[in-house]
T-cell receptor
Framework: KAGVTQTPRYLIKTRGQQVTLSCSPI?????VSWYQQTPGQGLQFLFE???????NKGNFPGRFSGRQFSNSRSEMNVSTLELGDSALYLC??????????????FGPGTRLTVL | GDSVTQMEGPVTLSEEAFLTINCTYT??????LFWYVQYPGEGLQLLLK?????DKGSNKGFEATYRKETTSFHLEKGSVQVSDSAVYFC???????????????FGKGTHLIIQP
């Protein structure tokens, strides 16, 4: 089975621009979560989607948004980029999203640099 | 909200040494606890987990026991190898993260370096 794939792997943007990141989950997985990883704040939960619905959201401003398609693929969007948005963005998929009993499988991440 | 505290390191050990990475947590309810590992240039991989008090998770020679009385989930391995060099994250799920979030809450990560 193919793992979680994320595109692009690297991205450079300038302040004020917007960016869209893509995640393809493992086949059959319906839950997709997004995390931001920075040296200062570590790994922080952004949001989780299940069957095209956002079920949970972390403590991030409204500039961060996402969506999930009927094939479970997910995108996240960051508008009006700030320098502090530079980070590794990780996507994880799970069969049903009950993380206590369903392992999350992580992709390699998208490295976003904001100049 | 929920939080996880772990030693950040780097932790440098010689091959075949005994490893302990401490992890303590704060959470309401009854969280599940996890250890993830991140090798350079890769995403996170689940190493082991425990879903209730006194459970012991184990994998690849690593072990951790869910201690509710001390709110801890320390990672141990009896004899480390150079290939164990990576960043290790302690995490929890199922507690109250606040703001309606229910994803994984991670510690800052411990960079482990094993020297031959």
């Amino acid at each position: 089975k193919a793992g979680v794939t994320q595109t692009p792997r690297y991205l450079i943007k300038t302040r004020g621009q917007q960016v869209t990141l893509s995640c393809s989950p493992i086949s059959g997985h319906r839950s997709v979560s997004w995390y931001q990883q920075t040296p200062g704040q570590g790994l922080q939960f952004l949001f989780e989607y299940f069957s095209e619905t956002q079920r949970n959201k972390g403590n991030f401003p409204g500039r961060f948004s996402g969506r999930q398609f009927s094939n479970s693929r997910s995108e996240m969007n960051v508008s009006t980029l700030e320098l502090g948005d530079s980070a590794l963005y990780l996507c994880a998929s799970s069969p049903r999203g009950d993380f206590s009993y369903n392992e999350q499988f992580f992709g390699p991440g998208t490295r976003l640099t904001v100049l | 909200g929920d939080s996880v505290t772990q030693m950040e390191g780097p932790v440098t050990l010689s091959e075949e040494a005994f490893l302990t990475i401490n992890c303590t947590y704060t959470a309401t309810g009854y969280p599940s606890l996890f250890w993830y590992v991140q090798y350079p240039g890769e995403g996170l991989q689940l190493l082991l987990k425990a879903t209730k008090a006194d459970d012991k998770g184990s994998n690849k020679g690593f072990e951790a026991t869910y201690r509710k009385e001390t709110t801890s989930f320390h990672l141990e391995k009896g004899s480390v190898q150079v290939s164990d060099s990576a960043v290790y994250f302690c995490a929890l799920s199922g507690g109250n993260s606040g703001g309606g979030a229910d994803g994984l809450t991670f510690g800052k990560g411990t960079h482990l370096i094993i020297q031959p």
